[in-house]
């Protein structure tokens, strides 16, 4: 059954391949490209902005009426008037905005209570497939390994580490019985030795790379690293998508891409 899809922040950089991806699935039905009442494209047809025909919606200020599943890969400020919005109107949430404070995320899942929410730091399949080597990985080598995570992105990033990381550095501490407040450290300076424990977690910005990270498990003997690379920002938006298709259909509460792929163990 097609799902009606609207897309925030539809004329940045993700939101246009999500308009581009929403158009080019068979099962999904673009309702809704929302951009800022300031906008100068108000009133432009979506499909003909991002390269395809006409699709008949225009970029707009938010109309949610009609719409199933908001994709949301905007900004942290508009965060509290889509909750509102998405909480009032019953509109599942895929939630793809980056660098939530801890009080924006509480926000999100007391929403979560009300609506079905997905909110992921990466919707790449690959990334998620990732998570589970890593979880694999750390169990197997437990304390024995070093670990440090190196992460590069464009140099237009707000945020850094980026959301991704961090869900990597979780995997990896959750599967060693760690948590990041005590073992995570962002970048080195000074003259302070390696502790046991630590994850590492560097950030590299420039240019237009799209997104790349690296896991590295460094132990006396061997190294083992485990990398994922994004060619195209078109995997996010797909797996957001995605995302969006699978959780209209499902109960209040808050998901990530390991529940949309179906990665997680079955009595978890």
């Known amino acids: 059954m097609t799902k009606n899809i609207a897309i925030m922040g539809a004329s940045g950089r993700m939101g246009r391949m999500l308009v581009q991806s929403t158009l080019d699935n068979p099962t999904a039905n673009l309702v809704g490209a929302f951009v800022r009442p300031i906008s100068g494209l108000i009133g432009v047809d979506a499909g003909e902005f991002v390269g395809v025909d006409k699709c008949g919606v225009t970029f707009s200020t938010p109309d949610f009426s009609g719409v199933d599943v908001l994709i949301d890969f905007s900004l942290p400020d508009a965060l509290d008037d889509v909750l509102k919005a998405c909480v009032a109107n019953k509109i599942a949430l895929v939630m793809g905005v980056t660098g939530l404070d801890e ?25 998620n497939l990732s ?37 990597m550095a979780n995997a990896v501490a959750d599967a060693r019985g760690q ?23 560097h950030a590299v910005r420039g ?7 690296t896991v590295e498990f460094i132990t006396n003997g061997e190294i083992i690293q485990i990398t994922h690379k994004a060619q195209s920002r078109m995997i996010f938006a797909d797996g957001a998508v995605r995302a969006g298709l699978w959780l209209h259909d499902q109960p209040t509460g808050m998901y990530d ?3 949309v792929l179906g990665l997680k163990p079955k009595n978890k």
């Open 103 to 127: 009080t924006q995320q509480s926000k999100l899942h007391d929403a979560s209570k009300h609506i079905p929410i997905v909110y992921a730091g990466n919707y790449a399949t690959g990334v």
């Open 257 to 259: 891409m390991q529940d």
């Open 207 to 213: 240019g237009e790379i799209v997104g790349e990270h």
């Open 179 to 201: 948590t990041l407040k005590t073992s995570a450290i962002y970048g080195r300076q000074g003259q302070a030795k390696r502790t046991d424990g630590e994850i590492g977690i």
């Open 131 to 167: 998570l589970n080597l890593l979880a694999t990985t750390a169990k197997v080598l437990g304390a024995d390994a070093d670990v440090e995570i190196i992460e590069r992105h464009h140099k237009h990033k707000l945020d850094a580490p980026s959301g991704t990381a961090l869900m």
